[in-house]
């Protein structure tokens, strides 16, 4: 939620900036602004919309503020305040001193501006972020560390704050509680970001800021502090990603970049964690196998896609084995919830930003109980990287469509055999069910690159169906997980009405729904399952429903229970979700650019969700 970015050096801060901010536009977009520094004089350009009209404004800025070396700018998810140019950010307080950006929720806000304005103090806008700026002006007396400290102090609620103070010309200042900042030098200049994507051009030893830290960036270094005023020294984070990553290259959309990049997503995964015939996690799993033996229960936590995915995981190891006693569960609940905890208790928690406040809340709650925890992240140096004891990295590279794709696929790759490597370290994975799921999860590439060529059939459809009122996306077992990505990638970026349901429980209300204009999208594998799911496809069918099926090669009947058939190849019925999902995602994907609907930045939407 928000995108800040600051920049202090020798180079042209606008350009940087805006760059940064165009970067980071995915975790907010409904208004953005900057403010540019010449001498002791700092100007705000702020707008609603896009980063691309922000440019516009800052081009008719007076020339010396283009030159400008120094500046701030956000990119903005509103939470308190309507979406207006007053609203948007940067922040300057009313005696100019202190003009600054943020990204959280100031929780005590009103409090601090009934105080303030009882001091006659008057304020502009209508969010949080104002109380903070003007207590900052407030407390600011000429010594920036003492009115950082205090301001840490009093403010309740998550920030990440990006600051100038108006007579401090050489010095950006920066605190973190709660909301990501990642901080870099290089070449004469800092620079601080809500996402390490932003710097990757600069440098690619990154510092995260931890909780209860903060920085004063210049343009010879940066120097750090905890929220006692204490210095702290902090070593670099050094992040692989290349900048090129996270450009969309000949793509019209990052989305539709990601889908294609699943193929090598799950290659790199295998290969990282697997030897021919047999799981091989213990390099990157730091858990030892006698805490693993004595694990009893395992919670699956996290959001959304991320959901969906520790779902799938839940459903492999079930397949595999029932010892173990598992749980899912989203962390906006789990955190609220009395769960068990402690010793004979493993919890994993999925969450590809490492940054969903929500998951880092119960993974918090999780470690306070004494719970052994893991974490699956794609982001190096995020937050749930740094709190957790364990941490395996999925393989995907930057994601930068808000609707998540091949981090999905980073995902269950690895849940998949952390699963295994689970299992198989209390002795109850069968040598057969290990060779029989690796052999198969290396023909997965293989077989992705051979839907992603057939996109053109499943291009036809999505335009053949994308006037449908709305979609149902049904399946059991394996596949129950999936129809809930399904209908979520179509909801989020097509923004269509679209249910996911376990296919036999249609018939307790939701077939009332269906009539000729509400399309069922069923996923019928050729598994033990085929024949009562096709049951279920033909209940629907019943109350003319347009029927799409998802099936085997090789299952000709399936075309008879249809309007439609997407075969694909076969593979082990536990990963079988793994090639559908592609298939799914094109489909919402080319549905939504019939519609022509925003597919990177959807409405009301951001890619990291970072309050709660
Ligand atoms: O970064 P996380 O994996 O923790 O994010 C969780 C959800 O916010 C995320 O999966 C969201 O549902 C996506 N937009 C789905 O495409």
Known sequence: MCGIMGYVGSGKASGIILNGLARQEYRGYDSTGIALRCDKEIKNAKIVGRVSELVKLVEKMPREYLEARSGIGHTRWATHGGVTVTNAHPHESEDGMVILVHNGIIENSREIRADLEGRGIKFKTETDTEAACQLLAHLYKGDALAAMTELARSLAGAFALVIMFRDRPDEIWCARRGSPLVVANSDEASYCASDPTALLEFTHDLFFLEEGEMAVLKPGGVSFFGFDGVPRDKAPIH?????????????????????????????????????????????????????????????????????????????????????????????????????????????????????????????????????????????????????????????????????????????????????????????????????????????????????????????????????????????????????????????????????????????????????????????????????????????????????????TEGDAEAREHADDVIYLPSVERELFPFLAVIPLQLFAYHVARTLKRDIDMPRNLAKSVTVE
């Open 239 to 551: 992040l692989s990603w290349d900048s090129i990553m996270a450009d969309k290259g000949q793509y019209e959309h990052f989305m539709r970049k990601e889908i294609g990049e699943q193929p090598d997503v799950m290659r790199l995964t295998i290969d990282a964690h697997t030897d021919v015939t047999s799981v091989s996690m213990e390099k990157s799993l730091n858990l030892p196998k006698d805490i693993i033996k004595r694990i009893r229960r395992i919670h699956l936590v996290a959001c959304g896609t991320s959901h969906y995915a520790t779902l799938l995981a839940w459903n492999i190891m079930e397949s595999l084995d029932c010892e173990i006693e598992a749980s899912v569960d989203v962390a906006s609940e789990y955190r609220y919830r009395n769960v068990h905890g402690g010793d004979d208790t493993l919890a994993i928690f999925v969450s590809q930003s490492g940054e969903t406040a929500d998951t880092l809340a119960a993974a918090r709650l999780a470690r306070s109980k004494g719970t052994h925890c893991i974490a699956i992240t794609n982001v190096r140096g995020s937050t749930i990287d740094r709190e957790v004891e364990n941490t395996l990295l999925s393989l995907a590279g930057p994601e930068i469509g808000v609707a998540a794709t091949k981090t999905f696929m980073g995902q269950i790759g690895l849940l998949a055999l952390l699963v295994m490597q689970i299992l198989k370290d209390r002795g109850v994975l069968s040598a057969n069910d290990e060779a029989r799921i690796i052999g198969s999860m290396r023909t997965l590439p293989a077989h992705m690159d051979s839907i992603l060529e057939r996109e053109g059939e499943i291009r036809a459809l999505a335009e053949k169906y994308a006037g449908s009122r709305g979609f149902f996306f049904i399946g059991r077992r394996e596949c129950v997980p999936l129809t809930m990505e399904g209908a979520l990638k179509l909801k989020e970026i097509a923004y269509l009405p679209s249910e996911a349901y376990a296919a036999g429980e249609m018939k307790h209300g939701p077939i009332a729904m269906l009539d000729e204009h509400l399309l069922v999208v069923a996923l019928v594998p050729n598994t033990d399952l085929r024949e009562k799911t096709l049951s279920n496809v033909a209940e629907c069918r019943a109350r003319n429903a347009p029927i799409l099926l998802i099936s």
